[in-house]
């Protein structure tokens, strides 16, 4: 086995050139004298940097002010404002879908399995567990999507749509064949260009099978026989994420046109994208100490209101961006999602946070839920108290008891014991709090369980929260007779989700 090395600063800063902006990140210059099959480094750089862009731009954006971890502001007509009151079309969607997910990131792992299957299958591998992730949460975003049919270029520009659950079945089949790859004889391996871990094939592994225990988490209400005992066999073999170190997320560098896209976003639309009270308030009811690596201090009102006390944090009220003059006296996103304030005003962070798509606090509230569902509420405490201990970490916060008890410590001693009738509540609440960030499961966790609640925005265009994404405009152009309608956007539209 050989290993393809490229120093990872250097492949981060190529795989970039693409990512000039995001809302345009796809201009290319070919050169004719150029081979255009990509080597296996290149074309794991490319798949990777789309999959981590694409979980911090539009998939986010849309899913976040969806499930109220964020408000949309900046007065009628900035597109967060209107997103927030359910002003999406289907043309919104063109980008995130067709350049973003699959003409981008899908394109880009099809190829590298293509390319590298028969010869280098530890690359395969790699690729088919990232192309599983991306379309279960592209299942999760639009219900019945391309799959079978889809990412066969010239041989097929018109796919058949899936159905989800047939979508999830096939997901896990990929995964598993991704699995086999990484164990496979392999005459080249990733190493430095795998930006995501490094080459270590164990933790591909690892995160493959606790990304088959959040698949099969989704459709707890409809397990199988065959699907429950998998979960039961995947938790029995031990051969799951274990520490921080296995989170499945992208880091960004501290270079322009390099930060990740969150802190992009925040630089290049100042005051459209803030915190949403539904988040902010949650953690102001429990003293969360995660708000000092969140949020920053609300600004003091004008005068001649007083000023707030110390430490106050203030969530924008989701739907109220179109209403009236735009306001910012609003807590502001800060050092978790955006990387370390390099000074005090709003552009001042250095943009190298990472994208987080699955972690390892998510990986223990899968199993607190899960043990809270089938009665194990002992095992379900200890994976609930895992979570939040996971979380306050990653958010550099203290969860130590001695000499004395720490904040995050404290802050866990204080949350009430799982009972029957909370426990599920108490699980996802925390979940949605500590998945700040992460795209797609906080609107799946509310849309699955009803939790955290979410009041309809303020003026929203639609009666009820949304429950699934529309269909972009051009694949209702390109591929008419395949599209599926989607007369309403508050309609249960995906397998696992049992409705209002």
Known sequence: MRVLTLTKSVALAASFIALNSCDNFLDVNVNPNVALTAPPANALIAGETHLGFLMGSDLHRYTSLIA???????????????????????????????????????ADLQKLVELTQSTSPHYAGVAKIMQGFLYSVTADAFGDIPFKDAVKFADNLQPVYDPSAEVYSGVITLINSGIEDLKATSAFSPSADDLIYGGDLKKWERFANTLKLRLYLHSFPLLSQTSNAEFATLLAAGNVMNSNADNFQLVFEANANKNNPIDQFEKARVNQFFPSATLVNLMNAKADPRRASYFTVAPNPPAPAPPLPANTYIGAVNGTGVIGAPNTNFSRMSTYLRGTRTGTTVQAYEGAAPIRMLTFAEHNFILAEYYARIGNLASAQISFNAGITASMTMAGIETSTTPTMSAGAVYIASRPVLTTLTAVRQIIEEKFVANFGVAVEPWTDYRRTNFPVLPVPVGALQPSILRILPYPDLERVANPANTPARPSLTASSVFWDPGM
Do not use: K, V
């Not at 109220?68 to 289907?90: K, L």
């Not at 995130?96 to 997910?101: E, P, S, V």
């Open 68 to 106: 109220q971890q964020f408000s949309g502001q900046g007065g009628s007509g900035a597109q967060p404002a209107e997103y927030d009151r359910y002003n999406i079309t289907a043309t919104d969607l063109n980008n995130a879908w067709r350049t973003g997910i699959y003409g981008g990131a899908q």
